[in-house]
């Protein structure tokens, strides 16, 4: 076996090498892609800076908090303004752009807009743990939220993958939004738009498309699906992409386990209960009690 192996390991080496145009690897001379490994080493220390001394963290010096959060914020920028640039050079090579302009200014600025916004993040999910406080009478503690429940995690890296794609950010917010999903079953896409108060119960097999958007205080539970309908073709039958395909969902709506709502021109209207394993392809409009009863669903407004 062992002189087989010495034998052919060239000839196998030679097949998969990078150097002969794998589509597939990351090599410095041709792609030099960000890394996932320091895009999640990022965003655990950005976890650390809007919930310090928690999730694995040791407890935070009280004498010197400040100088500690600095120092991790400056280790946050270089190390995702690195990250930043790659995949902004990867895109541009993608595209074969010309005149796009300087991936390193574009890199600096999405960092840039990343920290200036993390004090209206924490806002935002200040009130993302309360709502999950309010709403499961099985939380003790705020600070039991924030140290364990998926939903809040998966939500927290949300607001920070969002906030890296509305700067036009590629890769990066992608491969945050899919390490929570690894590790949650929370599958939220980075582009999503989900307002303040937001509250995942349970959370496993949640998926929140692209295109959705949700209001303020709204509450899901596990394995809520706001999907695509359909996908657009174009004349040579590829998907049109950038097209709004998922449902909207608006102010103090709650939809519990199992519901489906598809479709870019759907609207779930404010102040509606969306009941568990509904199927819903069409608008329901505000207040309105949504719960399945055979042959088909029925809509109450209150």
Known sequence: MKSWIENHLDTIADALSPCRDC?????????????????????????????????????????????????????????????????????????????????????????????????????????????????????????????????????????????LYSQGLPLIPRVMSEHAHAKTGIDIHPGASIGPGFFIDHGTGVVIGETCRIGRRVKLYQGVTLGALSFAKDETGALVKGVKRHPDVEDNVIIYAGATILGGDTVIGRDTVIGGNVWLIHSVPSGSKVYNRTPSPEIHIL
């Open 23 to 163: 589509p597939v690897a990351n090599t410095e001379r041709d792609v030099n892609l960000p890394g996932t490994a320091a895009i999640t080493a990022v965003l655990e220390k950005l976890l650390a800076v809007l919930y310090p001394g928690c999730h694995g963290q040791a407890p935070v010096a009280h004498e010197n908090c400040h100088t500690q959060l600095r120092d991790t914020l400056e280790q946050i920028a270089a190390e995702l303004y690195d990250q930043a640039h790659r995949a902004l050079e990867y895109a541009c090579n993608r595209a074969k752009c010309i005149s796009c302009g300087d991936c390193a200014a574009q890199a600096r600025t999405t960092v840039t807009a990343l920290l200036d916004g993390l004090p209206a993040i924490r806002e935002m999910l200040q009130e993302d743990i309360q709502a999950a406080y309010e709403g499961d009478p099985a939380a003790r503690t705020t600070m039991e939220v924030v140290m364990s429940y998926p939903g809040l995690y998966a939500i927290t890296v949300h607001r920070i993958a969002h906030a």
